[in-house]
């Protein structure tokens, strides 16, 4: 969970030191990745009972937070996309 974790935050600071848009796109990409990788994880932890079943408002609030993110992630893609289109 902490090298996915760590993997999202060093995916979009690599993608954004990219020059070309297409790069930091593809990194962009690569950190979504490892959001879904680390809600998998949680999912994991909750299943194998690694986070105690009492906490599940807990394990639900993390869940929508993860998926927030990966939505502003969508997001910021799409603006990339349309910054790409505007500079051909």
Do not use: P, W
Request: proline share 0%; hydrophobic share 30%; aromatic share 12%.
């Amino acid at each position: 969970m902490i090298r996915a974790s760590r993997s999202v935050t060093a995916n979009l600071a690599e993608g954004y030191g990219r020059f070309h848009y297409k790069e930091n796109i593809q990194f962009c990409r690569q950190a979504r990745g490892s959001l879904f990788e680390l809600t998998d994880h949680l999912t994991v932890a909750l299943d194998e009972k690694y986070i105690n079943t009492g906490n599940t408002g807990e394990f639900k609030s993390l869940r929508t937070k993860y998926y927030n993110l990966i939505k502003k992630l969508n997001s910021y893609i799409k603006y990339l996309k349309i910054q790409m289109e505007k500079t051909k």
